[in-house]
């Protein structure tokens, strides 16, 4: 039986290296493409500058906002076909932080595997940036694969 794989991507180059490493771990995985995005009223809370630039439009931001993380999504989707998996996306707004926004699908899902790429930080420098990928070790109950960048020649 294949496993059941929700990959965290934003489409950057480490996450769609991660997803082409499960194309070889996991052929013909199904891969649940997961792009989690952030609501314009949380960005707006933090800087709170941005509060009059903003104004009313708020939810016309997060519409784009949504939009845009469903392309990403599906452009993870399209690694993964190419990979070999069974690319289904998803779409999160994150309501608190990002490594509970995954774990919450992961359960939902009842994925066997949680992956993410990494930003090649290690040891305190890792746990001080906060990382996805040291968050998710840290507190999933289930199997997290945290797949680096191949070493440069």
């Not at 939810?59 to 070999?84: K, M, N, P, R």
Request: net charge negative.
């Amino acid at each position: 039986m294949a496993a059941t794989l929700l990959i965290c991507y934003e489409g950057s180059e480490r996450a769609g290296h991660a997803i082409a490493v499960c194309g070889e771990l996991f052929p013909g995985a199904k891969a649940h493409v997961l792009n989690v995005w952030e609501p314009m009223e949380r960005i707006v809370a933090r800087y709170a500058a941005l509060g009059p630039y903003v104004g009313d439009s708020i939810g016309q931001a997060d519409s784009e906002i949504s939009e845009e993380a469903d392309a990403v999504a599906a452009a993870g989707v399209a690694l993964a076909t190419e990979a070999g998996l069974d690319g289904i996306p998803h779409t999160v707004a994150v309501g608190t932080s990002v490594w509970e926004a995954v774990i919450a699908l992961a359960d939902e899902l009842e994925v066997d595997v949680i992956v993410t790429g990494t930003r090649s930080l290690h040891g305190v420098r890792e746990a001080l940036s906060n990382t996805l990928s040291h968050a998710l070790l840290q507190r999933s109950r289930r199997a997290v694969l945290a797949v680096p960048m191949p070493a440069e020649d």
